[in-house]
């Protein structure tokens, strides 16, 4: 009998998989798309939003209440509540 010597490759748990690259690159896209992309559509109409402002105008505030714009200066916003 011959002498034979097997060599056994064996897969390492560390290769190089394009499978999962793909898989981990649809995660990301799927998150910014469902998560990132929206907030920032929402800060940008908030932000447009605040822009426009103007004393005399109806608004609802994050809380619920609804209040009449008295004044604007720069970022601030003075609300009456109630007379």
């Given at each position: 009998?011959?002498?034979?010597?097997?060599?056994?490759?064996?897969?390492?748990?560390?290769?190089?998989?394009?499978?999962?690259?793909?898989?981990?690159?649809?995660?990301?896209?799927?998150?910014?798309?469902l998560m990132i992309r929206p907030q920032r559509?929402?800060?940008?109409?908030?932000?447009?939003?605040?822009?426009?402002?103007?004393?005399?105008?109806?608004?609802?505030?994050?809380?619920?209440?609804?209040?009449?714009?008295?004044?604007?200066?720069?970022?601030?916003?003075?609300?009456?509540?109630?007379?």
């Open positions: 009998m011959g002498n034979h010597t097997y060599l056994a490759a064996s897969s390492s748990g560390s290769s190089f998989n394009p499978t999962s690259l793909i898989l981990i690159l649809v995660v990301i896209v799927g998150v910014y798309m559509r929402r800060q940008q109409q908030a932000a447009k939003q605040q822009n426009t402002l103007l004393p005399g105008a109806r608004v609802r505030t994050t809380a619920g209440m609804y209040a009449t714009v008295v004044d604007v200066d720069g970022d601030d916003v003075v609300l009456e509540v109630a007379p």
